[in-house]
């Protein structure tokens, strides 16, 4: 049985406490396809984000496969909702200079580990509101700006058997 559920939707509108799931470059950067909508909703999260790149800035490809979880913060609640974010180091560099797909999808496979091992961990804490890490939400990652069929990286989810829930249509302007 499958361990992906995919269905239309919004993935900004996932419940509260969901993490929501996207492909990182290792650069710090946030401006093209869905990573731009996550800056522009996630502002605090960003920041987190682009200070623990600034930490990789002498090797960046060392974040590679790797995932940063990011716990909800109250600067970027969205209509009352808390999300993690959940930053899946895919490739080292964006646009011309990102990493070919196969090295794309292996990383995916380490930083999709990487997350299982930190949800397991968090399963039996509870965050500052003292509710449960809720479900995994995601969008097509590496499908966009990456260029990766989504097939490809649909079959490294399903082969470490993360529980997520992928969004069809995400809106990116209007969200």
């Not at 996207?22 to 682009?50: D, L, M, S, V």
């Not at 964006?94 to 399963?123: F, H, N, W």
């Not at 097509?140 to 058997?161: C, D, L």
Request: hydrophobic residues 35%; charged residues 25%; negative net charge.
């Amino acid at each position: 049985m499958s361990c992906l559920t995919e269905k239309s939707g919004n993935l900004f509108k996932a419940p509260s406490n969901s993490v929501l799931v996207h492909a990182c470059n290792c650069q710090g950067k946030w401006g093209q396809g869905i990573a731009r909508n996550f800056k522009e909703k996630y502002p605090a999260a960003f920041t987190t984000y682009r200070a623990h790149c600034t930490n990789y800035e002498l090797e960046p490809s060392e974040l590679r496969g790797t995932c940063l979880l990011i716990p909800p913060n109250v600067v970027d609640q969205i209509s009352s909702k808390r999300h993690w974010i959940a930053c899946l180091f895919t490739s080292t560099d964006y646009g011309e200079m990102r990493d070919p797909p196969e090295v794309i999808l292996e990383a995916t496979r380490d930083a999709l580990t990487d997350l299982k091992s930190q949800l397991r961990v968090l399963s039996d804490e509870v965050n500052e509101d003292r509710k449960p890490v809720g479900h995994v939400y995601g969008c097509r990652f590496n499908s966009g700006y990456f260029a990766v069929p989504w097939e490809r990286t649909k079959e490294v989810i399903e082969a470490v058997g993360l529980e997520m829930t992928i969004t069809v249509h995400v809106l990116t302007q209007a969200a």
